[in-house]
């Protein structure tokens, strides 16, 4: 809370509102973002927490391929060690379980306890 309020005070000698562009970029941001997650919250009726979020870890390969495109970014030696270390250990514990046979457990959401995240029963089902 303290960063965001000092530089709040720091950035108002150059602030500037953003234009009509700017917005609509930062709507059609606010708007993937929250169709990501839903998509994603989605998903956790159908598969476990485990298969599900290592599928987060492609958000790295598309921050290094926009990074590169957009802004002109490389890829450095201690950005590849971070990389390496973080899916490293997805991978090691995804193929640890498999091999020693431990389940999967449900889905997170799938439940029928998850008040907040039931899924719709299918007509056919309820008749």
Do not use: H
């Amino acid at each position: 809370m303290g960063a965001l309020v000092i530089c709040g005070f720091a950035m108002l000698q150059d602030f500037s509102a953003p234009d009509a562009t700017q917005w609509a970029l930062l709507a059609g941001y606010g708007l993937l973002g929250a169709l990501g997650n839903v998509l994603l919250m989605y998903a956790s009726f159908y598969a476990p927490a485990a298969v599900v979020g290592p599928t987060q870890y492609s958000q790295m390969l598309w921050g290094i391929l926009f990074g590169y495109v957009i802004f002109g970014d490389r890829v450095d030696l201690p950005m590849v060690a971070g990389i390496v270390l973080i899916v490293g250990s997805g991978l090691l514990t995804l193929s640890r379980e498999r091999t020693k046979g431990v389940a999967l457990p449900p889905a997170v959401a799938g439940k029928d306890e998850a008040a907040l995240a039931i899924k719709p029963e299918d007509e056919t089902e309820a008749s």
